[in-house]
C-alpha cells in the first residue's frame, strides 16, 4: 500500500512541475493568431490617447495644487504681516517647523517662501485681485482662441475654476510650472511683462532656460515692433497676429562664423547647422521647409535664402538675409520672392505670403519709404550676437593665460632665492 502511495505521489510532483514549466513559458503571439484591421488600429489609437489625456490631468492637477498652496502661504506671509508679529526670523522659523513635518517635501526652503511672498506680491500690489482675474481672464481667452491645444489643456482644470478663484488664484498660472514663474517675477517689471512671458511659455511650451534666453533677449520689448506694412495688405485679425509672431530682433547667438567679414552664404550656414536652435528663435509655429528653395519663374531658377510655413498664421514666410546694413533695393527683391511663392507654392486655403527681411542693422526711414509702391505683405528686421571663430584666444584666455605665466613667473622667483640662500650658507 505504501508503494503504491508513493507511486501515485511521485506521478502528481511530476504532473505539477510539468504544468509549472508550461506556466513559467513566455506567451508568445504570433502574426497568425490575430488580425489586424483598420478597426484595432483606431481603436489602439484612441487607448493611447486616453492615456495620454490622463497623463497631462495628472500633470496639471499636481502642479495646480502646488501652485494654489504657494499661492496661499504667500498671501498669508504678506497679509499677516508675520515678521511685525513675530520676528524678523519667523520665516526661516516656518522653514524649520514644515520642513520638520514633510521631510521628504522638496520646496520649503527660506529661499523658496521668500519667493512665494514675493510672487503674491508681484501681482496683487500692482493691482486688486478682482482686477488680476479679469486680466489674466482676458489672457486666457486670447490664448485659447488661437490655441485649440490649450483649450483642451484649460479643459481639464475647469473643475478646479471655482476653488482657485475663490482663493485668487489665476487659473491660468497653473499652465507653467513654479520655477518658470520665479524666473518671471524675479525679471520682470510690470504684470503687462509677466503675463507676456506666462504667454510665450504656454505657447511654446518654454524651457527653464529657454523661458531665461527670452528674457535675456528682452523679447517683451522686441515682440509686435517690427517694421512692416502689414496693416495695408492683410486683415486686421491677420496683421495682428503675425506682428505677434515676428521680432523686431533676432538673437543669432547659436550662429558660429569663421570670420568677422562674413558674407549671406556664411550667414546661412551658421544658421542651418542649427536648425533646432533656429526654429525656436524664430518662434513658436514655424517648420523649415528649405534653405536656397529653388523657383522656376519665366524659365529661371530664383533662390530663396529661408523659406519657412508657419502654421498658426497658416501662410509661407519669405526669409531674406543680408550681412550687411539694410538698403532700399532688398524691399523688391524679397517682394518678388513673396509674389513667386504665392503663384508657384501657395494653396487656396492658405494666407497670403509674409515676407521677411532680417538685416545686420537698418535706417527706420528708409525701411518706411521702401514699402511705398509694395504689393505684398513684409517687415524687415535686424539681428545680433553671432559669434566669430577668432583665430587670436578669446580676451578672457588672454588673461587667463597672463594670470598663469605670472604665477610660473613669481614660482621661478622664488625656488632662485631659494637656491641663492643655500648657497650664500655654503660658502
Same mark, same amino acid.
Given at each position: 500500500m505504501k508503494i503504491k502511495q508513493r507511486i501515485i505521489f511521485a506521478k502528481k510532483k511530476s504532473i505539477n512541475k510539468e504544468i509549472i514549466r508550461e506556466m513559467e513559458k513566455p506567451i508568445i503571439v504570433s502574426s497568425h493568431d490575430i488580425h489586424i484591421d483598420k478597426d484595432y488600429s483606431q481603436w489602439i489609437y484612441e487607448v493611447k490617447q486616453r492615456y495620454r489625456q490622463s497623463q497631462i490631468k495628472a500633470t496639471i492637477k499636481v502642479n495646480s495644487e502646488k501652485l494654489l498652496f504657494n499661492w496661499l502661504l504667500g498671501r498669508d506671509l504678506m497679509l499677516k504681516k508675520i515678521e511685525? #508679529?513675530?520676528?524678523?526670523?519667523?520665516?526661516?522659523?516656518?522653514?524649520?517647523?514644515?520642513?520638520?513635518?514633510?521631510?521628504?517635501t522638496n520646496g520649503f526652503s527660506t529661499s523658496n517662501l521668500w519667493y512665494m511672498k514675493k510672487w503674491y506680491q508681484f501681482y496683487t500690489e500692482r493691482i486688486d485681485e478682482k482686477k488680476l482675474?479679469?486680466?489674466?481672464?482676458?489672457?486666457?481667452?486670447? +490664448?485659447?482662441?488661437?490655441?485649440?491645444?490649450?483649450?483642451? @489643456?484649460?479643459?481639464?482644470?475647469?473643475?478646479?475654476?471655482?476653488?482657485?478663484?475663490?482663493?485668487?488664484?489665476?487659473? $491660468?498660472?497653473? $499652465?507653467?510650472?513654479?520655477?518658470?514663474?520665479?524666473?518671471?517675477?524675479?525679471?520682470?517689471?510690470?504684470?503687462?511683462?509677466?503675463?507676456f512671458y506666462i504667454r510665450q511659455t504656454i505657447e511654446r511650451d518654454l524651457s527653464r532656460n529657454a523661458l531665461k534666453n527670452c528674457i535675456k533677449s528682452n523679447l517683451?520689448?522686441?515682440?509686435?515692433?517690427? %517694421?512692416?506694412?502689414? /496693416?495695408?495688405?492683410?486683415?486686421?485679425?491677420?496683421?495682428k497676429l503675425v506682428q505677434e509672431v515676428l521680432k523686431e530682433n533676432y538673437d543669432f547667438g547659436f550662429a558660429n562664423v569663421e570670420h568677422a567679414n562674413y558674407d549671406e552664404t556664411a550667414l546661412e550656414e551658421a544658421l542651418t547647422r542649427n536648425i533646432t536652435d533656429l526654429l525656436l528663435e524664430m518662434g513658436n509655429g514655424f517648420a523649415f521647409?528649405? #534653405?536656397?528653395?529653388?523657383?522656376?519663374?519665366?524659365?529661371?531658377?530664383?533662390? +530663396?535664402?529661408?523659406?519657412?510655413?508657419?502654421?498658426?498664421? #497658416?501662410?509661407?514666410?519669405?526669409?531674406?538675409?543680408?550681412?550687411?546694413?539694410?538698403?532700399?533695393?532688398?524691399?523688391?527683391? %524679397?517682394?518678388?520672392? @513673396?509674389?513667386? *511663392?504665392?503663384?508657384? $507654392?501657395?494653396?487656396d486655403e492658405d494666407n497670403p505670403t509674409i515676407?521677411?527681411?532680417?538685416?545686420?542693422?537698418?535706417?527706420?526711414?528708409? *525701411?518706411?519709404?521702401?514699402f511705398h509702391g509694395i504689393s505684398t505683405p513684409m517687415g524687415v528686421a /535686424?539681428?545680433?550676437?553671432?559669434?566669430?571663430?577668432?583665430?587670436?584666444?578669446?580676451?578672457?584666455?588672454?588673461?587667463? #593665460?597672463?594670470e598663469l605665466l605670472q604665477k610660473e613667473l613669481k614660482e621661478a622667483k622664488r625656488i632662485i632665492q631659494k637656491n641663492d640662500n643655500k648657497t650664500r650658507k655654503h660658502e
Amino acid at each position: 500500500m505504501k508503494i503504491k502511495q508513493r507511486i501515485i505521489f511521485a506521478k502528481k510532483k511530476s504532473i505539477n512541475k510539468e504544468i509549472i514549466r508550461e506556466m513559467e513559458k513566455p506567451i508568445i503571439v504570433s502574426s497568425h493568431d490575430i488580425h489586424i484591421d483598420k478597426d484595432y488600429s483606431q481603436w489602439i489609437y484612441e487607448v493611447k490617447q486616453r492615456y495620454r489625456q490622463s497623463q497631462i490631468k495628472a500633470t496639471i492637477k499636481v502642479n495646480s495644487e502646488k501652485l494654489l498652496f504657494n499661492w496661499l502661504l504667500g498671501r498669508d506671509l504678506m497679509l499677516k504681516k508675520i515678521e511685525e #508679529r513675530w520676528g524678523s526670523g519667523v520665516v526661516e522659523q516656518v522653514s524649520i517647523d514644515l520642513k520638520r513635518e514633510f521631510p521628504q517635501t522638496n520646496g520649503f526652503s527660506t529661499s523658496n517662501l521668500w519667493y512665494m511672498k514675493k510672487w503674491y506680491q508681484f501681482y496683487t500690489e500692482r493691482i486688486d485681485e478682482k482686477k488680476l482675474q479679469q486680466v489674466v481672464g482676458e489672457l486666457q481667452y486670447s +490664448i485659447n482662441q488661437s490655441e485649440i491645444k490649450l483649450q483642451q @489643456v484649460v479643459g481639464e482644470i475647469e473643475k478646479e475654476k471655482i476653488t482657485l478663484s475663490n482663493s485668487g488664484f489665476p487659473l $491660468l498660472f497653473s $499652465l507653467i510650472s513654479w520655477g518658470h514663474h520665479i524666473e518671471i517675477i524675479t525679471h520682470c517689471q510690470t504684470i503687462e511683462e509677466a503675463l507676456f512671458y506666462i504667454r510665450q511659455t504656454i505657447e511654446r511650451d518654454l524651457s527653464r532656460n529657454a523661458l531665461k534666453n527670452c528674457i535675456k533677449s528682452n523679447l517683451y520689448s522686441h515682440q509686435g515692433k517690427i %517694421l512692416n506694412n502689414f /496693416t495695408d495688405h492683410l486683415s486686421q485679425k491677420q496683421s495682428k497676429l503675425v506682428q505677434e509672431v515676428l521680432k523686431e530682433n533676432y538673437d543669432f547667438g547659436f550662429a558660429n562664423v569663421e570670420h568677422a567679414n562674413y558674407d549671406e552664404t556664411a550667414l546661412e550656414e551658421a544658421l542651418t547647422r542649427n536648425i533646432t536652435d533656429l526654429l525656436l528663435e524664430m518662434g513658436n509655429g514655424f517648420a523649415f521647409v528649405g #534653405r536656397q528653395k529653388e523657383l522656376i519663374v519665366g524659365g529661371r531658377s530664383r533662390k +530663396i535664402d529661408l523659406l519657412f510655413y508657419h502654421f498658426r498664421l #497658416r501662410c509661407y514666410v519669405v526669409c531674406e538675409l543680408k550681412a550687411v546694413p539694410f538698403e532700399p533695393e532688398f524691399a523688391g527683391k %524679397l517682394n518678388f520672392y @513673396v509674389n513667386a *511663392v504665392d503663384e508657384l $507654392l501657395k494653396q487656396d486655403e492658405d494666407n497670403p505670403t509674409i515676407g521677411l527681411l532680417i538685416c545686420s542693422d537698418l535706417n527706420k526711414t528708409e *525701411v518706411q519709404w521702401s514699402f511705398h509702391g509694395i504689393s505684398t505683405p513684409m517687415g524687415v528686421a /535686424t539681428y545680433n550676437n553671432i559669434k566669430i571663430k577668432d583665430i587670436l584666444p578669446s580676451q578672457e584666455l588672454l588673461k587667463e #593665460r597672463v594670470e598663469l605665466l605670472q604665477k610660473e613667473l613669481k614660482e621661478a622667483k622664488r625656488i632662485i632665492q631659494k637656491n641663492d640662500n643655500k648657497t650664500r650658507k655654503h660658502e
